[in-house]
């Protein structure tokens, strides 16, 4: 597997998958996904009523907490491309299945807390993107 490769795959499921905080009316711990899909929630309100009142700087936090924790997350798989980069390209490749399947075993569990949802306060990565 190619350096290329490994970095966009890791920092796909790291803003899939990682929990991250977020600040708003209230606060929070999802993955960044969850920020863009909320932002885009917002914009389509704008969109649909104006921009009128706080919902314009609301769409602002969540795209800019979004932004800082896909740059960090960039940094996080590069780093991590260039450790792993110096092995074969079968243990490069096992190593970032590794990676993949660890994040999707602690995503099972309830890590994330989303004061916005529907459900519940704390759920999996199957019920965050609910």
Known sequence: MQMRTMRWILW???ALI???P???AQTGVVPTARLLMLGMVTLAIIAAEGSRGMVGTVAALLFGQAALYLILFWFAAHLLARVLDT???RARG???IAVLVALCCAGAFRIYRDPFAAHAL???IVHVFE
């Open 22 to 24: 977020f600040f708003l």
């Open 12 to 14: 796909t499921a790291f």
């Open 87 to 89: 092995l074969t390209a």
């Open 122 to 124: 704390h759920s999996n």
């Open 18 to 20: 990682v929990p991250v």
């Open 94 to 96: 096992l190593a970032v």
